[in-house]
Structures are given as structure tokens and as C-alpha cells.
């Protein structure tokens, strides 16, 4: 099968031939319809990365596509011809985290988000039966390649704890701080406004539910609070860049929380005596659960919530290795897809 490899930091992904996935015992493998380029693709392939994936290693976790192997000892009635997505990880089955479905915290598992086993970036990937969910003909394949990164917002506004009505503040506008825009307005937050170093994205933030936008380049906070009518009760940091949970601590009200989605690769510095005196809720945010990607296929099924306007590339492999760098540098671009087929 083709499949972009990742050689070296300060290459590009190298197209080439590689061996077809076999299924190993409750494994199914996936012939890849689309996988989405997630920003920690990026931030792990970058030169400034403390730790690089090793050499030959195959990315991608924002996959979809259909059954093509059922592996032995797979549960269930799974069968050639389904239409799937997968949690990126492989867990052991038996362990606390995987029973609650939470394959991400399993010990022995292993993940293709940080190319320990090989991703979607390829025509094929092996995927764990258990963490598969079988998806409805009625979702198309660019809302199934969605339901990844949707997760990835949902977990993270669950996180939050948001309650009816909470006004909140969403650093960022690329892939993930759209998608907690979408979840926080289907999950009943209040005014949400979007702040990013540039507006380009202001019309998109709009329609995924933002009710309001500023650039960075205004005091974000006298902009909140003359929008709002007061500061914001959740911040959610989506850039990951150094300095971002620092900015978000001098933002953030009297006892309010901030969640934390933006990937940081770098050694970063913040005042905690802000945060104590502030007596300031900082919650990371990792991953997800299953229950977050058959939540998340539900809502986009029933329309809760629409992301496809932010697909603004669908490419093969010959165009995936310069879309993919394309991706380090403002563009038009915001979610690109490859499509090995």
C-alpha cells in the first residue's frame, strides 16, 4: 500500500510503498476514506519538537473508512463493507480504563497519535474492534472524518463542567477552538466570543456558533467585557503556543476556569502566584472517551452541529506532502484531508 512516512524533522512526509496491515487478535483494518491533519501531526513532526516520532513511522488519527479484515477473536458482528471510525489507540480490553471505555489511560495500549503503530495516513490501518464505531450510511465522509477532532472539543467542554448560559472566551481559531465553539454553543453556552491573531477566520467562527469576534491585536479583555458586560466565566486555550497559559491566567476572572487544548512541544513559564490569587480552576485536556466519539457522531447526524466548513482541502498523496507543510504557515487553509483513494 502508498503511505506518507515521516523520515526526519525538516522533511517532508515521503510517499512510498509500504506493507499492508494484518490484523492482529480483536483488530479490524480500515481501508482509509479520509484522515485529517491534526495540529500535534504538526507539533511533533516540527524540528523543535523535544522528541520526534523514530524514522518510518506513518501519522494520522482523524480516520474514516470501511471494514476491509476482521482479525481473530474480534467481538461482534463486524463484517467487510462497514462504515467505521476508530479511536487512535489500541487498548488492552481488560484493564479499569479500557472497561469505562477510556482506551487512551490503558497501560499496555499503544497509539497511532504518537506513531508507536502505524496511522491513517496510509490506504490501510489496523484499528482495535473496541474502540470502533460503526457510523450510518446518512453520515457523509467528510462529517465521518469530523468526528475525531469534534470529539476533541466535546471532551474538552466537558471538562469545563460549562454551565447553562456560561459566557466563555475561545483562544484560537483553528481546527480544535472551532470545535468547542460548536460544542459549547450545542451544550448551551451563553455569549462565546473567539479571539485569534487575525480575523480571516471570523466568518467561520460565526457559523460554527461564536457570537462575536476580536483580533488580538484589541485588549482582549476590554473587548470581552464591553461585549459581555462582564469577564468570561471558561477560557478555553486552543493555540498551544509558549506564553498562551500565561495570557489566559491574566484574562480569566476570580475563581473561573481555564481549559487547556492548545499543544505546547516547548518548555513554557507562567505566574502561579496570578492563578493562586485568583484561586484559578487550570484543567488540561488530553484526548477522549468512546462515549465522546458516539456523542460526537450523534450531533453531527442530527445536525446539532455542522464542521464541514472548515474542510478547505481534500488531496491525494501526490499533494498531501506540500499541503501538509503548508500547514506550519497562515493560509487558507484550516482542516486538510487526505484521500488516499
Known sequence: MRAAVF??????????????????????????KYCGVCGSDLHMTDAHAPRNP?????LGHEFCGEVVAVGPGVEGDWKTGDKITALPFIGCGGCAACLAGQPVWCSQGKSHA???????FAEYVAVGARETLRLPQSLSWEESALVEPLAVGLHGVELAKLKPGA??????????????????????????????KSDRRADLARAMGASDFVTTE????????????????VIFECVGSPGMIDYCIGLAAPRSTIVVLGVCMQQDTMRPMLGIV???????????????FD????MLLRSRV????????????????????????????CKVLLAPA
Do not use: W
Open 54 to 58: 523514530t524514522a518510518g513511522s506513518i
Open 114 to 120: 504518537g506513531g508507536v503503530v502505524p496511522g491513517g
Open 167 to 196: 459566557n466563555i472566551l475561545v483562544v484560537g481559531a483553528g481546527p480544535v477552538g472551532l470545535a468547542v465553539v460548536a460544542c459549547a454553543r450545542a451544550l448551551g453556552a451563553g455569549r462565546i466570543v473567539v479571539t485569534a
Open 218 to 233: 484589541e485588549k482582549v479583555g476590554s473587548a470581552f467585557r464591553k461585549l459581555v458586560g462582564g469577564p468570561p466565566d
Open 295 to 298: 456523542v460526537a457522531a450523534d
Open 7 to 32: 523520515e526526519q524533522a525538516g522533511s517532508k512526509l515521503k510517499v512510498q510503498d509500504v506493507p499492508d496491515p494484518t490484523p492482529g487478535p480483536g483488530q479490524l483494518v480500515m481501508k482509509v
Open 278 to 292: 485568583k484561586e484559578l480552576n487550570l484543567q488540561f485536556s488530553l484526548a477522549y472517551g468512546v462515549r465522546d
Open 306 to 333: 455542522d464542521l464541514t466548513g472548515m474542510v478547505t482541502d481534500i488531496v491525494d498523496f501526490d499533494a498531501f506532502p506540500d499541503a501538509f507543510e503548508a500547514l506550519r504557515h497562515r493560509s487558507h487553509q
